[in-house]
């Protein structure tokens, strides 16, 4: 399988049909996730919790893959995620990036960039406008 292939088969069976058992399987030995959670890197056992989490308040959810750059053992993606809001049935979309080093058909190691503010902010949970918010000085809490 290409490494294209793997990450598009994780989020299908991972992340979309919501096989949590599947995790491990797409983990070299030591794979670590960082950037989903800041100063938190994540393996196997947290991408069961982070998952279950994340799919009970978004649904019917979609990756589009729009660019992907392969080179060595590395692969790096800009993708469009989509779903709806599990509260109340809207659309939700925003984007991510995702940068992959492979062990063979296994991820070593992996940095990730999405856009949570989006996300949170399209859920109600956070106000929007939330980061201009924050640049002009206004505090959230």
């Known amino acids: 399988m290409s490494k294209i292939e793997v990450l598009n088969d994780w ?3 991972v992340w979309i049909a919501g096989e949590i058992e599947a995790i491990p399987g797409f983990f070299s030995g030591g794979g670590r ?6 100063g938190l890197q994540m393996g196997p056992e ?21 660019r992907a750059l392969e080179q060595d ?12 809001s599990a509260a109340d049935g809207h659309a ?8 992959l080093r492979f062990e063979g058909e296994k ?3 992996a940095f990730n960039h999405y856009d949570m503010i989006a996300v949170f902010e399209q859920l109600g949970q956070m106000p ?10 206004e505090s959230l809490g």
């Open 73 to 84: 053992d590395w692969l790096w993606t800009l993708q469009i995620v989509r779903g709806t």
């Open 128 to 137: 929007p406008e939330t980061l201009a918010l924050c640049l002009s000085g």
């Open 107 to 109: 991820f070593a190691e």
């Open 33 to 38: 996730a960082s950037g989903v959670m800041s």
């Open 11 to 13: 989020f299908q069976r």
């Open 92 to 99: 939700l979309e925003f984007s991510g990036q995702l940068a």
């Open 46 to 66: 947290d991408f069961a919790a982070l998952i279950p989490a994340m799919r009970a308040r978004v649904r019917d959810l979609s990756v589009e893959v729009v």
